[in-house]
């Protein structure tokens, strides 16, 4: 049997890429989820309801990794029932993964929970590291401490090691992410800078975010918290520059903070993923030795407008010997070079 691969929360966003990469290396994946809406189709797929023990449990006996992404999106209102179901669906999924953990006879070599770069504090005069760096206040905070205690304090075998990923905005194609949205209001004349534009972004191509956590998996001593971020940390008015610059656009209105409010209402939305200053610097990845493939967002950027949805982003021309290459259906084929 090839090496087990968990993934929870795998009918999101990053699930749904992790669940494709591993499924393409030839690894064993179970995918786990509240429903098969999302699903990528890759692997076998489970049900749960992210609060207690069912047969799901069983998968994670001898497992390689289990990866958990779970929780509500926190692209909504934060109003009294999204900030419960924000807080509980983290808390509650790492919880119970924990308690099945616990039981394994063979328990998992390791574990890894998502958290979130937005745990530091408003940043915009230096960077924050896992060593050093501070946390913030706020809700956003609150649940990012409260997701990572339940994490360190779950009691699970001393052979399962545990790192929590504080994580960066995740840049891929895909209809309804960072990207897509940004492009999206790029190309209408709306690609201004956001507020006073001073807001510093911590951002990650998704192949980085994928290698990083093969990366991570590796070495059994690294443990602990990694910050998933790419080097480069732009301001908000830097990322809409590069932005423009991509799509070509001569203009971008800038987008005052009365603007965005109004924004983020119609959107039913908040400001804060807009407006709060992330600067997470990946100093454990960068001192470990780990090499991003897409350090700067302008490449970044120019490498992803030609990979949309998960198709396209793993996508790959066939080689042939002869000198022709062939390419798979989507595309039209090209004898004798591209």
């Known amino acids: ?21 591993y499924q393409r290396q030839g690894r064993e994946v179970v995918c786990v989820a509240r429903h098969r809406d999302g699903w990528s189709g890759d692997g076998m797929f489970l049900e749960w309801d992210g609060r207690t023990i069912g047969p799901w449990a069983l998968a994670l006996e001898g497992a390689e990794q289990v990866i958990n992404l779970a929780g509500r999106s926190v692209n909504c209102r934060y109003d009294e029932k999204n900030r419960r179901e924000i807080f509980d669906s983290r808390t509650d999924s790492t919880r119970v993964i924990g308690e099945a953990i616990a039981a394994c006879k063979v328990p998992p070599k390791l574990w890894v929970n998502s958290s979130t770069a937005t745990l530091y504090r408003h940043a915009e005069d230096r960077p924050q ?5 501070e946390p913030g206040e706020g809700f956003s905070v609150e649940v ?48 201004g800078r956001m507020g006073h534009g001073r807001q510093r972004v911590s951002w990650i191509h998704m192949d980085d975010f994928i290698a990083a956590i093969e990366f991570i998996a590796a070495d059994p001593w690294r443990d602990g918290v990694y910050n998933l971020t790419a080097p480069e940390h732009p301001t908000n008015r830097e990322l809409m520059k590069a932005f423009r610059e991509q799509q070509g656009a001569p203009f971008g209105l800038p987008a005052t903070r009365w603007m965005l409010e109004i924004g983020a209402r119609a959107m039913k939305t908040e400001t804060e993923l807009i407006l709060k200053s992330r600067w997470a610097d990946p100093r454990r990845l960068r001192e470990e030795g780990f090499r991003w493939r897409w350090p700067k967002l302008e490449t970044a950027l120019a490498d992803l407008e030609g990979r949309h949805g998960l198709e396209g982003f793993f996508y790959q021309p066939d080689r042939r010997s002869a000198g022709v290459r062939v390419w798979t259906p989507g595309k039209k084929a090209a004898a004798g070079g591209r």
């Open 144 to 191: 990012a401490r409260a997701w990572e205690e339940a994490f360190f304090a779950a009691p699970v075998p001393g052979a399962t090691r545990k790192v929590a990923l504080r994580t960066g905005i995740v840049l891929a194609y895909e209809d309804g992410s960072a990207f897509e949205v940004l492009r999206h209001l790029t190309r209408r004349g709306l690609g």
């Open 1 to 21: 049997m090839n090496p087990q691969i968990v993934i929870f929360g795998a009918n999101g966003f990053l699930g749904r890429y992790l669940a494709r990469y």
């Open 129 to 133: 590291d896992e060593w050093t760096g």
